[in-house]
Nanobody
Framework: QVQLVESGGGLVQPGGSLRLSCQAS????????MDWYRQAPRNKREFVAQ???????LYADSVKGRFTISRDDTKRTLILQMDNLKPEDTAVYYC??????WGQGTLVTVSS
């Protein structure tokens, strides 16, 4: 059974930075492509970024150049470094594995 636990969310001012983490357990982490998704109030869940087991990355246009996804397979951890945050980045951020599992989410609020 795969478990994904996100952390690192919080309140930050526009232009600030946050670093989200997703700790995985239960299956070979290094074999899976991992994603970050987000869901703002009254919106559908949307794709943010992806990193393959080989390290290839993909970003949504709205975060390209501001967010960086990375992984540490030895620590079974997925990271999302978010810089130059904007109010429209406010959402619950979810970690997802191509094994089909989701984390519980962590709230990011960008506001002055």
């Amino acid at each position: 059974q795969v478990q994904l636990v996100e952390s690192g969310g919080g309140l930050v001012q526009p232009g600030g930075s946050l670093r989200l983490s997703c700790q995985a357990s239960g299956s070979p982490f290094s074999l899976h492509t991992m994603d970050w998704y987000r869901q703002a109030p009254r919106n559908k869940r949307e794709f943010v970024a992806q990193i393959s087991w080989g390290g290839t990355t993909l970003y949504a246009d709205s975060v390209k150049g501001r967010f960086t996804i990375s992984r540490d397979d030895t620590k079974r951890t997925l990271i999302l470094q978010m810089d130059n945050l904007k109010p429209e980045d406010t959402a619950v951020y979810y970690c997802h594995s191509t094994s089909g599992h989701w984390g519980q989410g962590t709230l990011v609020t960008v506001s002055s």
